[in-house]
């Protein structure tokens, strides 16, 4: 499935259940994830990739920084991953 679709399925889902979902299209920090997802004072990062899609090492690095900061920061490639989340 294409990254657009499995992001777009994200928006849908995540926003059902309440959270604030923004897309990055672009944005002065390389690396930052796909979405980020806000709700009652958590954040989510969040990267979209294909099943043949693989992470930037610039990506990988964001994710360890982020995470070091206490942040949830996950890369998806199907909806069905997302369900811990929620």
């Known amino acids: 499935m294409l990254e657009s679709k499995i992001q777009a399925n994200i928006i849908k889902l995540f926003s059902k259940h309440g959270w604030i979902v923004l ?9 930052i994830s796909d979405l980020i997802l806000f709700k009652d004072g958590k954040t989510l ?24 900061q ?15 989340l929620i």
């Open 45 to 68: 990062f969040i990267e979209v990739k294909s099943d043949i899609g693989k992470p930037s090492a610039m990506q990988l690095f964001r994710q360890k920084q982020l995470r070091e």
């Open 23 to 31: 897309k990055i299209i672009k944005c002065n920090m390389n690396g």
């Open 70 to 84: 206490g942040f949830t920061y996950e890369i998806i490639n199907s909806l069905e991953q997302c369900s811990n």
